[in-house]
């Protein structure tokens, strides 16, 4: 079969994924395979395009935003079968390990510095997945009007909102962050009826599409005023929490930190720099290990608490997002479909302009 695969050590013009014949997977006992045909780019799987996670093993299919078909069954598969139509978790659990696997990134961490193998992802005609890993697409999503893949991302933005929900009192919130996550979290935020949000975004593009979008109260720019401009938007009481949807090497987090009331509550998302600590505690580590600890800035006393994945909101958000049209709409609009997996290798070495989350149709 066809796959697009990264290659640590070999790259073109900056990229290192590879069109590839692989051999077709075939389901393990608790695996099922699936016919792939849409996917989705996670922005972390564009940082793995240019070499920039070397947690990521050589030979690896990427890919972790999928939706297909189930063709085949495991042995030991219950509650499935063949023909059904299934959206993918990309998180696994392995027995015997607190930690997690990441399909298309991944293995689960055994020791220190040691992962097991990892699995293959969605950017290929086949793949073969962990039967807790499927989630049912009832029959009104299966259209060109929503593309299911997009559960997987958007599932983290409605878990992340959630979250922020349990903040008590929550009066204001402010989003750092006006990509693909940063826009569904503003989305999830109005649906979710948080009484005001606030969006920052350094990048005018952005900016301007997040006022379009118009989920959001207001859109600002944070480099300019930024304290006086939610002094302004809050009344003065500063935000009840924060989303940090940027990570990087702490830009979101530092303007989290100065505009969250003390006492509030700071969210991570967005992945750091290898580099970028809190306290001497990884930042990455904080999301990907889902901890909470407290943070000390300029005399307030902060929570930090690190968001990743979907686990227990999948059968809720799929059920809020299939009866609403509307909110459809909203989800799909920073979504631009290209064409064909085939395409995803040229559209990764030339990026076309104004494109904020793509996907694709089957090979």
């Known amino acids: 079969m066809k796959a697009w695969v990264y290659r640590k050590d070999k790259a073109d013009n900056g990229i290192h994924i590879f069109e590839e014949d692989v051999p077709t997977p075939r389901p393990g006992p608790e695996q099922i395979l699936v016919r792939v045909e849409k996917v989705s780019v996670c922005g972390t799987d564009e940082q793995l395009f240019r070499g920039d996670l070397k947690k990521v093993p050589d030979g690896i299919v990427p890919g972790h935003e999928f939706y297909g078909e189930i063709v085949e069954l495991g042995a030991n598969v219950s509650g499935f079968r063949k023909g059904q139509k299934i959206a993918a978790e990309s998180h696994y659990h392995v027995s015997g390990t607190a930690d997690q696997g990441i399909i298309g990134l991944w293995g689960a961490e055994i020791r220190k510095g040691e992962l097991l193998p990892a699995l293959n992802g969605g950017y290929a005609e086949y793949t073969c997945i962990p039967f807790e890993c499927a989630h049912l697409v009832p029959g009104e999503l299966i259209s060109d009007r929503f593309w299911p893949s997009l559960f997987e991302a958007i599932g983290n933005d409605f878990y992340l909102i959630k979250r922020v929900k349990e903040t008590a009192p929550l009066r204001a919130v402010g989003i750092f962050g006006c990509g693909p996550h940063g826009l569904f979290a503003q989305v999830f935020a109005r649906y979710f009826e948080i009484p005001r949000i606030a969006?920052?975004?350094?990048?005018?593009?952005?900016?301007?599409?997040?006022?379009?979008?118009?989920?959001?109260?207001?859109?600002?720019?944070?480099?300019?005023?930024?304290?006086?401009?939610?002094?302004?938007?809050?009344?003065?009481?500063?935000?009840?929490?924060?989303?940090?949807?940027?990570?990087?090497?702490?830009?979101?987090?530092?303007?989290?930190?100065?505009?969250?009331?003390?006492?509030?509550?700071?969210?991570?998302?967005?992945l750091f720099s290898d580099r970028f600590a809190i306290d001497g505690v990884p930042g990455n580590e904080i999301i990907f290990k889902m901890r909470t600890v407290t943070h000390e800035h300029k005399g307030k006393r902060l929570q930090?608490?690190?968001?990743?994945?979907?686990?227990?909101?999948?059968?809720?958000?799929?059920?809020?997002?299939?009866?609403?049209?509307?909110?459809?709409?909203?989800?799909?609009?920073?979504?631009?479909?290209?064409?064909?997996?085939r395409q995803l290798g040229d559209d990764t070495r030339h990026p076309k302009p104004g494109v904020l989350k793509r996907a694709y149709h089957a090979w």
């Open 199 to 270: 969006a920052f975004e350094t990048d005018s593009f952005r900016r301007e599409f997040a006022s379009k979008l118009g989920a959001a109260n207001q859109v600002f720019d944070p480099v300019n005023n930024l304290n006086s401009q939610v002094e302004d938007f809050t009344g003065g009481m500063l935000f009840d929490a924060t989303l940090d949807m940027v990570g990087k090497q702490g830009q979101g987090f530092e303007s989290c930190c100065e505009t969250t009331r003390d006492g509030g509550t700071v969210f991570l998302f967005g």
């Open 304 to 341: 930090i608490v690190g968001i990743t994945g979907r686990e227990g909101v999948w059968k809720e958000l799929i059920q809020a997002v299939s009866g609403n049209a509307a909110l459809q709409d909203h989800l799909m609009k920073p979504v631009h479909v290209m064409g064909t997996l």
